[in-house]
């Protein structure tokens, strides 16, 4: 037994109090959604694979406290150490630390003595071990060989012959094509680098940049009085193989100092802003469908005891309790909807605005319509509580006259 | 057809218990016109109320139709009310945000009736109060006398077994008051029962048999004078 004809022209005749609530409800979800795109964007980029086994990898970074130091000869000392140590998988030495923030790019092109164009790529130094220790999966060619290993000064010029690169930068390289065998040059120069090897996928340095992924290694090691090493430990141990590792590097070389950190803390420092953007617009989501569920509920509550007399007289009639529940569910239902189908179009409109001045990604159409679900869910649970309780209103009321 | 025996009402509050009926035991056969008068507070309302399904008694035995209602649980109520009550209140109580016409269908829709069958009852009824050219106002574009002519017209809707009228003409000038008492005598005498409460000894002199309540009991009970007589208010 639908009332939907009486109840529209009834609804009609308060308009106003109807198009405010619905129109808080289209506002509500116009916000919601769009700041649903944004979460989802954020939640998705801190959910990409990195490539590595960041769980699994401590970072450590050390400076000589002498000024005259044997960067080679301590590196190649603290390797044997470290790849025989118990719980330790594997180890290489290297210029930075991955998706930590901080890393070196460059532009690098498919033809000799280019300077405009090309494509750009984090670069890294490392020797033979580091796809097993980071444990990337190397997808075409092969792995550097010992031979390939150059060790030099910090100010000798490096004319590097092979490389290994990211599958990302291979396509932005040579879009459409296999990479592996080509030759690619760096900045001005007419040396050719061949590709070796290509890694299925290693996020760089800075997982907000836009080129995130396009990635080169060369085998290569560089003197400076600063170094790094990735260290990977079996599953389960890295906390405790980081104490070692702390312990037994000190005790080899006291003359330096040391900084071990795991590379999940630095993946969660590179992710920190997003990951407060998340929680604030999730809260803001939560604090809005909150408000504007009170409203609601204030609305109805407003409209029951308004109505009151009204309720007694249909009950007096021969309304059930069930009747009078379902004829203020329904009417909420009736705002709800209106109030979807405006906060339908206003949420694509502020979407259009954001993908052309913000570039954000286009409205997904499941997310609106779960968030439009939950709206809808929030308004009649508010109409809920009110509706049941505008059921015991006594039929009696009818004939006191107030 | 309406059957009280022993019925009590007590109200309570915190602090105070009112006795609004006592010993309260009636008996009005089909097709009767019943009017009860009595002064204010003395339980007209409560014994409209309880009479009409709007509340339960405390106390004691309420048979309509054969049915003990004190046995039927809220949604029963509803429906008995539904079908085999018609309610005329003294405010009219017409609903503001529907038309004349909806407001004669709300019953209908409860009742579960097809759309085809609540049109044709409805012209009915507004035909049998001389409104049918006014289908599509809303109440307040009525005169009061017009008001309570529609508020019969949704209490006959149903086709009721009887009529409980609280102060019918209460809100209604001499003239309108005596269009509405002949529009209910006719209803009377085509077979519906009517009980109707009045302040009015010249309207409840009109009715075929007279109850007066005095706190909350049956004072008086006496059939068909042949003339208005007063009593007092």
Known sequence: MLELKPMLSALWRNKTSAFLIALQLALTLAIVSNAGVIVSERVEKIARPTGMQVEDLISVTFMPIAQEYDMAGAVAADMDLLRGLPGVVDAFPTNQIPVSGSGSASRYFSEPNQEIGGEVANYYQVDPNFINTLG???????????????????????????????????????????????????????????????????????????????????????????????????PGQRDAVMKLVEEKLAQRDANRVLQLETLSRDLEQSYMSDNVMVKVLSAVIALLTFIVSLGIVGLTIFWINQR?????????????????????????????????????AIAM?????????????????????????????????????????????????????? | MLKMHNIRKVYRTDTIETHALRDFSLEVEEGEFVSVTGPSGSGKTTFLNIAGLLETATDGQYLLDGVDISKLGDSDRSRQRNEKIGFIFQGFNLIPDLNLFDNIDVPLRYRGFNSKERRRRIE????????????????????????????????????????????????????????????????????????MVTHDPELAARARRNIQIVDGRVSDSKAAPVAPVAEPA
């Open chain 1, 349 to 402: 409109l502020i979407n259009r605005m954001m993908v052309t001045s913000f570039s954000q990604p286009a409205m997904p159409a499941g997310l609106l319509l779960s968030c439009a679900a939950l709206l809808l869910l929030a308004s009649l649970g508010a109409a809920l509580v009110p509706a049941l309780r505008a059921a015991n209103i006594s039929p009696a009321t009818a004939t006191r006259s107030v």
């Open chain 1, 136 to 234: 990337l999966e190397l997808v075409a060619g092969r792995n550097f060989t010992a031979a390939e290993m150059d060790v030099m000064g910090p100010n000798e010029n490096y004319d590097a012959r092979v490389a290994i690169i990211t599958r990302d930068f291979g396509e932005a390289l040579f879009p459409g094509e296999e990479p592996l065998g080509k030759f690619f040059f760096p900045l001005g120069e007419n040396n050719p680098i061949e590709i070796v090897g290509v890694i299925d996928r290693h996020l760089g340095a800075w997982v907000g940049w836009q080129k995130a992924g396009q990635v080169v290694f060369y085998p290569l090691l560089i003197k400076t009085n600063h170094k790094r090493y990735m260290i990977r430990a079996e």
């Open chain 2, 124 to 195: 009915h009824v507004l035909q049998l109060v001389g409104l049918s050219a006014r289908a599509k106002y809303l109440p307040a574009q009525l005169s009061g006398g017009q008001q309570q002519r529609i508020a019969i017209a949704r209490a006959l809707a149903g086709e009721p077994r009887f009529l409980l009228a609280d102060e019918p003409t209460g809100n209604l000038d001499s003239e309108m008051a005596a269009q509405v008492m002949e529009l209910l005598e006719s209803i009377n005498s085509a077979g519906t029962t009517i009980i």
């Open chain 1, 308 to 344: 009151r007399k009204q309720i007694g007289i249909r009950r007096a009639l021969g309304a059930t309790r069930a009747n009078i529940s379902r004829y203020f569910l329904l009417e909420n239902g009736l705002i709800a909807a209106l109030g979807i189908a405006m906060g339908f």
